[in-house]
Nanobody, 126 residues
Framework: QVQLVESGGGSVQSGGSLRLSCAAS????????MGWFRQAPGKEREGVAI???????AYADSVKGRFTISQDNAKSTLNLQMNSLKPEDTAMYYC????????????????????WGKGTLVTISS
C-alpha cells in the first residue's frame, strides 16, 4: 500500500525558510516521479516542484531560485527546501507521486500525480 506522509510545515515570517519532508513507502518500482503541490485558500492546486528517478527536475516559475527539491533514496524521503518565503507561498503543501511515469516532470507539474499525502500547512506572515 502506497503511503506518503508530509512533515515540516509551520509558520514563519516573510523572508524566512522552511524545509518540508515526505516519507514514502509502498513503492516497488525503480521508475517514479515525486513532487510537491500546494493549494492556497480559494485557489486551485498548483504544482511546485517535481523530480523523477533520473534526477530531472521541474519547478513552477513562481518558486524558481527560492525552492529546491531533493530526494534521499536511502531513506525514501523527498525534501523541499524553501527559502526567501513570501506571504503568497502560504498554502497547504502536498507530497505526490506516480510510479512508472509515462511523461517527464513538466507534465506532472501541470497535470498532477496519482498518489497523494494529506498535506502540511505552511503560513508566511508579512
Amino acid at each position: 500500500q502506497v503511503q506518503l506522509v508530509e512533515s515540516g510545515g509551520g509558520s514563519v515570517q516573510s523572508g524566512g525558510s522552511l524545509r518540508l519532508s515526505c516519507a514514502a513507502s509502498g513503492y516497488t518500482y525503480s521508475s517514479y516521479c515525486m513532487g510537491w503541490f500546494r493549494q492556497a485558500p480559494g485557489k486551485e492546486r498548483e504544482g511546485v516542484a517535481i523530480i523523477d528517478s533520473d534526477g530531472r527536475i521541474a519547478y513552477a516559475d513562481s518558486v524558481k531560485g527560492r525552492f529546491t527539491i531533493s530526494q534521499d533514496n536511502a531513506k525514501s524521503t523527498l525534501n523541499l527546501q524553501m527559502n526567501s518565503l513570501k506571504p503568497e507561498d502560504t498554502a497547504m503543501y502536498y507530497c505526490a507521486a506516480t510510479d512508472r511515469p509515462r511523461y517527464g516532470p513538466d507534465y506532472y507539474l501541470n497535470y498532477g500525480m496519482s498518489d497523494w499525502g494529506k498535506g502540511t500547512l505552511v503560513t508566511i506572515s508579512s
